[in-house]
């Protein structure tokens, strides 16, 4: 069974459109985040919940919208999409939030294009 | 969070030891020292973090400078599968990583 799961793997879809990236683990964890990876290969957290509440947003416009519905779930819904979008979007999920961890389960990520 | 600097390339032999160096000149006293590396098209995957003293698990060792200043990530024994970019991270508590350009590592038979 997959860890950390994300559908969908791959998104094509047109600037304007809204679009959603579902993302479920099933280790029991309770905390939850959406990573950014750009196309200069970069990194970056944008949301973490614990417990189905948002424990860190990183200035991320307010199109992006996550919404947890439990702990097992965060899912990443996106109004207008514009180019700059375009991107590969990681779902994580760790044992604890906010204090040292040490370990982030990463899924194999939903590559997003905007046309 | 303190930044660091890794090579960007490094090349090793299969069945050599692979040693990744990182340099974190500016790390504070309670931040942590974490490796993480991603395959080609896949989701990065943790390795090991250490605080410092030197750490081994399965996958790797992890070598902290007793100025906390530089460490570095070995790979025993590197296989065809360990080919991948490290990311070298330094952090509080784990969950705000931000991964920079990272180093790839070519295993070559």
């Known amino acids: 069974d997959t860890a950390v799961s994300q559908t969908p793997k791959y998104l094509v879809t047109q600037m304007g459109n809204d679009k959603s990236i579902k993302c479920e683990q099933n280790l029991g964890h309770d905390t939850m985040y959406w990573y950014k990876q750009d196309s200069k290969k970069f990194l970056k957290i944008m949301f973490s919940?614990?417990?189905?509440?948002?424990?860190i947003n990183e200035t991320v416009p307010n199109r992006f919208s996550p919404k947890s519905p439990d702990k097992a779930h965060l899912n990443l819904h996106i109004n207008s999409l514009e180019l700059g979008d375009s991107a590969v979007y990681f779902c994580a999920s760790s044992p604890t939030g906010g204090v040292h961890t040490g370990e982030l389960f990463f899924g194999e990520g939903s590559r997003l294009t905007v046309l | 969070d303190a930044k660091t600097t890794q090579p960007p390339s490094m090349d090793c032999a299969e069945g050599r030891a692979a040693n990744l160096p990182c340099n974190h000149s500016?790390?504070?006293?309670?931040?942590?020292v974490y490796w993480y590396r991603q395959i080609h098209s896949q989701g990065p995957q943790y390795i090991i973090h250490?605080?410092?003293n030197n750490e081994t698990n399965e996958m790797a060792s992890l070598i902290i400078t007793e100025d906390r200043k530089s460490s570095t990530l070995i790979l025993p024994h590197a296989t065809l599968r360990d080919t991948a970019v490290y990311y070298c991270?330094?952090?509080?508590?784990?969950?705000?990583?931000?991964f920079g350009e990272g180093t790839q590592l070519t295993v070559n038979p």
């Open positions: 919940y614990n417990n189905k509440e948002l424990i």
């Open positions: 500016t790390i504070s006293g309670n931040e942590y």
């Open positions: 250490g605080l410092k």
């Open positions: 991270i330094v952090e509080l508590s784990g969950s705000r990583l931000t």
